[in-house]
């Protein structure tokens, strides 16, 4: 069968995640996000941490200061925990998934790293900001006020992200992707019907 990846970007609170975890599941493939991560730790030998604290954020490199030497697994050279670097690890490592297996991707600006590949669909998952306060409230106990501040805070990091190692594209322009659904509009699990159909009429499955 065919090998294809499903890319996913999200606004905070959109529930851009569950739709992929229900999508993969629907269609028997893995969803990854932070194994990713995970999988470009182990391949780098750099602590899988800082990945972490890179993860769609721009990474500040002072930031290492004063960390304990053992941070970082050798090699210690400054240089493999570079902004850059740590996305291209990444990237390498969503390169050669995309190569070998079918699968979700969520975030990583993965539509971005793998444009040249033929076998990608790529979506774009949000919300009005009521819809995404309403959901985040109910999902993680945090007052209204809170909510609000925590998706500002993420979709800013999330677009600065993208908009850095793009070149100055961004993370919100429609023409990046395959197909962009409100998912308050449409409904989650509308979203992974419409999604579902999609990549099988695309890929022929």
């Known amino acids: 069968m065919q090998k294809y990846v499903i890319t996913i970007a999200r606004g ?13 599941e629907r269609l028997g493939i893995p969803c990854y996000e932070q194994q990713i991560l995970k999988m470009a730790s182990e391949t780098s030998g750099i602590n899988e941490a800082l990945f972490n604290l890179a993860d769609e954020k721009v990474f500040v490199q002072d930031r290492l200061k004063g960390l304990p030497f053992n941070y970082v697994v050798e090699p210690s050279d400054k240089r493999f925990t570079s902004n850059n670097n740590l996305f291209n690890i990444q ?5 050669q998934l995309a190569g070998e297996m079918s699968f979700v991707v969520i975030g990583k600006c993965a539509d971005y ?4 590949f033929c076998n990608v ?7 009005p900001r009521a819809d995404c306060v309403a959901s985040i409230t109910k999902k993680m106990g945090v007052t209204e006020a809170e909510a609000h501040r925590l998706i500002a805070k993420t979709d800013k990091y999330r677009a600065d992200y993208y908009k850095y190692y793009t070149k100055g594209n961004y993370w919100t322009n429609p023409v990046n992707y395959d197909m962009t659904l409100n998912s308050a509009r449409v409904g989650r699990d509308r979203c992974v019907d419409v999604m579902e159909s999609y990549v099988k009429a695309k890929f022929g499955l």
């Open 12 to 24: 905070f609170g959109s529930g851009g995640k569950e739709i992929g975890v229900k999508l993969a």
């Open 91 to 95: 990237s390498q490592i969503i390169k």
């Open 113 to 116: 790293v793998l444009r040249d």
């Open 121 to 127: 669909a790529s979506f774009y998952i949000e919300a």
